[in-house]
């Protein structure tokens, strides 16, 4: 059964500060991986989405890769801003035999990131 | 952009009563997914549908049905609502392998 796993559970950091967030997964057999940013209270928003063949992607400010073999992901915040403060969920995208091999996304807990001025 | 909504977007019902959420999806996805969200314990899959009339259970499916007669359509439904199933209901959908997956706006449930 895929377990995803996301260390730290928070962060506090001062504006300005380039920030990494990690995700292990125990099951490598995953199609991809999709970070996603919630806002209290609100919906979830999607990132960043890395393919089981890619070892990283880009978007702006943020930078996430993938390390299909060892299980871990991270997602790279550089320059901090006080807008980036939000709960950031990591989550894979893969087939388990016993659902009759459909694809499913597995979500860690989320790290909930509070970055101040 | 995929277009899924939810409804209702907030819900307050009694224990004991039958309570239905709706997702609708406006690009003939296969997949659809039902999920909760609570404090503590993240987003969990209750059913998932991989075509019309076909569902499968997710890990806390207890006390929660779907049906899925239309491909834009994906029901929830709670038979006899419990205090224990106050949540946050998300839906999903997966589009296409490049583009991952799209989650409605959810809906906040409680019952009391």
């Known amino acids: 059964k895929q377990e995803v796993t996301q260390i730290p559970a928070a962060l506090s950091v001062p504006e300005g500060e380039n920030l990494v967030l990690n995700c292990s997964f125990t099951?490598?057999?995953?199609?991809?991986l999709q970070w996603f940013r919630q806002d209290p209270g609100k919906g979830l928003t999607s990132l960043l989405l890395?393919?089981?063949?890619?070892r990283e992607q880009t978007s702006g400010r943020l930078n996430a890769s993938l390390d299909k073999s060892s299980g871990r992901s991270t997602l790279y915040i550089a320059a901090s801003q006080p807008g980036d403060s939000a709960t950031y969920l990591c989550a894979v995208d893969g087939k388990e035999l016993f659902s009759g091999g459909y694809n499913k996304l597995i979500f860690g807990a989320g790290t909930r990131l509070a970055v101040h001025p | 952009d995929a277009g899924i909504t939810q409804s209702p977007r907030h819900k307050v019902t009694e224990t004991g009563t039958p309570v239905t959420l709706r997702c609708h999806q406006t690009?003939?996805?296969?997949?659809m997914y039902w999920y909760r969200q609570d404090p503590g314990h993240g987003l969990r899959l209750i059913h998932y549908?991989?075509?019309?009339?076909?569902?499968d259970k997710g890990e806390v499916s207890d006390g929660y049905s779907v049906s899925r007669s239309k491909t834009e359509d994906f029901l929830l439904t709670l038979e006899s609502a419990t205090s224990s199933q106050t949540s946050v209901y998300f839906c999903?959908?997966?589009?296409?392998?490049?583009?991952?997956?799209?989650f409605g706006s959810g809906t906040r449930l409680t019952v009391v």
């Open positions: 890395i393919q089981s063949s890619q």
């Open positions: 999903a959908i997966r589009t296409r392998d490049r583009e991952g997956y799209t």
């Open positions: 690009e003939n996805h296969r997949y």
């Open positions: 099951d490598s057999a995953i199609y991809n």
């Open positions: 549908s991989y075509g019309v009339k076909d569902t």
